[in-house]
């Protein structure tokens, strides 16, 4: 492929490396810089008398760290990594001398890469040039540390090893998420701790809280998670309404409807306005638990402060009516949607298909599967299970079949419980043949 022509005005001698790297850009921007040119490129540029500025090389290494995956270029922040390596094993000194943004470009580009192997030896290599680490290359590091599993290690060289004017709020938060996505939500707590004990340049946030909140979740501590969420509160921080959700339905999910409740009524006490994600969540809690007066009394508040239920929370309303016995009621929700402007989903098709399978509605259900097709609702695997179970249970095999095969034309792939229906029905068809 012919170069890329670059103009410019600056003396020949002066500018040829800066026009290679301009060409590298050029290159990298319509994508078509192969790493086969992008070598040949940047060992012509190093070969230079006049070096170029280490700003500029760095500027070279950030497009390629951010640069998108091309028919050329599938992995720009390994490349990044091969030129330098390229440049270090050449020992050339032809660059200004590098920079901590180097470094900390070339570590992002290890975690971008899937290598954080070569994190640390970018570190390392850092060292040995007497360039001075920043928060940024630590952070790096950090990253690249906790996606290797040494997590402890990162927590050691940021509490002992790690000098106290560099550190931040921020590198800690790398460690807390680690430890979090790890299960060890309760040394996470005790950084915490820490950070809270260095002063205010440390304090941990509202995300730092939320991790670790989330994490105790996550292993089933629900008293603890608790108990951080109000400590936070005291600590003067103030959880905004999606973080107020976020405990909310974490506490759904383990049912514990009380603790849910007690932190609505914090939300609103704290002036956090709840919205129809934080009411659905709490509705689809009570409907789990078939407590259909929860459910009525929570659409109540809701629209009394002016919060108009979503699809979601129509489909979490049906869902628990026909927990109850209730199916008419949960029709007639289903119909209504569209009264007030709402859209039923695939997922409000699926709770009425069920209900009408239940009851043996097959001509219902019929209906609503033309009603579906009308409106340009996709059916999913779940919609059609129902559909081919239904008719099956009716001895009507030959239309089940016939929902199978329209299932099949429109790209949706049968699962266990499609298959067991239909081998179910060819092996009985079998014997009564």
């Known amino acids: ?120 030896s970018f570190f390392t290599h850092l060292l040995k040039t007497g360039v001075t680490a920043d928060i940024v290359i630590y952070s790096g590091l950090f990253k690249c540390l906790c996606d290797l599993k040494c997590t402890e290690e990162a927590l050691d060289m940021l509490l002992h090893r790690m000098p106290n004017d560099v550190s931040d709020a921020i590198s800690y938060s790398v460690i807390l998420k680690s430890l979090c996505d790890n299960g060890r939500s309760q040394l996470a707590l005790d950084v915490l701790h820490i950070m809270t004990k260095k002063g205010a340049d440390y304090s941990p946030d509202v995300f730092a809280y939320n991790m670790v909140i989330d994490g105790f979740f996550k292993e089933g501590e629900v008293s603890k998670a608790c108990d951080l969420f ?102 007639e929700i289903f119909y209504s949607m569209a009264v007030k402007g709402l859209k039923p989903n695939v997922i409000s098709y699926s709770i009425i298909l069920h209900g009408y399978a239940k009851e043996g509605s097959l001509v219902a259900m019929i209906d609503l599967y033309q009603l579906m097709a009308a409106e340009g609702v996709i059916l999913d695997l779940h919609c059609f299970n129902i559909l081919i179970a239904a008719y099956a249970e009716y001895g009507m095999m030959d239309v089940a079949m016939l929902f199978f ?20 029905w060819i092996m009985q068809n079998g014997q009564d043949g």
Not at 35 to 54: G, K, N
Not at 273 to 293: A, E, F, H, M, N
């Open 230 to 331: 109000h400590e936070m509160i005291q600590q003067g921080v103030v959880p905004d309404v999606a973080m107020y959700t976020s405990i909310i339905n974490a506490l759904c999910k383990a049912r514990a409807m009380d603790k849910a409740e007690v932190v609505l009524r914090s939300m609103v006490h704290n002036g956090v306005q709840p919205d129809v994600v934080t009411y659905t969540i709490l509705i689809q809690g009570y409907s789990t638990l078939r407590q259909l007066k929860e459910v009525a009394r929570l659409l109540k508040v809701m629209r009394s402060q002016g919060v108009m239920p979503s699809v979601v929370t129509y489909n979490s309303l049906m869902t628990c009516l026909c927990k109850n016995g209730r199916f008419k009621e949960a029709v």
């Open 1 to 120: 492929m012919s170069r890329l022509q670059v103009r410019s005005f600056s003396s020949p001698v002066s500018s040829r490396a800066n026009d290679l790297l301009t060409e590298l850009h050029g290159h990298l921007g319509f994508g078509t810089l192969r790493p086969e040119l992008a070598h040949q490129l940047f060992d012509e540029m190093l070969r230079q008398p006049v070096p170029v500025s280490a700003r500029a090389l760095n500027g070279l290494f950030a497009a390629l760290a951010c640069a998108p995956p091309s028919a050329a270029c599938t992995d720009g922040p390994v490349l990044a990594i091969h030129l330098f390596n390229r440049m270090a094993r050449a020992g050339c000194r032809r660059v200004i001398p590098l920079t901590s943004h180097t470094y900390s470009i070339l570590i992002e580009c290890c975690c971008r890469a899937r290598r954080p192997d070569l994190g640390p």
């Open 405 to 424: 095969e329209d299932m099949l034309k429109q790209g949706v792939n049968p699962n266990e419980v499609t298959n067991f229906v239909c081998d179910s």
